[in-house]
């Protein structure tokens, strides 16, 4: 069974910066993609974007260009190192991760980190 465990969240003062992780366990497929959904207070879930196992990355339009996300695939981990961090940014965050066996995608979500930005 794949698990997703995420880190890094809490309180962050407008300006500042966080760095989440999550890590991956039980896969066993090298071909994935992971990333990020957020989901703020009383809104949709909107996705933040994502990276491929070989790297290439894919960013949602509402994303802004304060947020990177990178990978350690010896980890099995994905990042999101968020900048100049507004109260806006404000969330939930989800890491997902896809498996790709050739045939069919699996798909597996963590539980879930709150950012909060707030002075």
């Known amino acids: 069974q794949v698990q997703l465990v995420e880190s890094g969240g809490g309180l962050a003062q407008p300006g500042g910066s966080l760095r989440l992780s999550c890590a991956a366990s039980?896969?066993?497929?090298?071909?994935?993609?992971m990333g990020w959904y957020r989901q703020a207070p009383g809104m949709q879930w909107d996705k933040v974007g994502s990276?491929?196992?070989?790297?290439?990355?894919n960013y949602a339009e509402s994303t802004p260009g304060r947020f990177t996300i990178s990978r350690d695939n010896t980890r099995d981990t994905v990042y999101l190192q968020m900048n100049s961090l507004k109260s806006a940014d404000t969330a939930v965050y989800y890491c997902?991760?896809?498996?790709?066996?050739?045939?069919?995608?699996?798909?597996?979500w963590g539980q879930g980190t709150q950012v909060t930005v707030s002075s």
């Open positions: 997902y991760r896809m498996d790709f066996d050739g045939v069919s995608e699996y798909t597996y």
């Open positions: 039980g896969s066993i497929f090298s071909r994935n993609i």
């Open positions: 990276i491929t196992s070989d790297g290439h990355t």
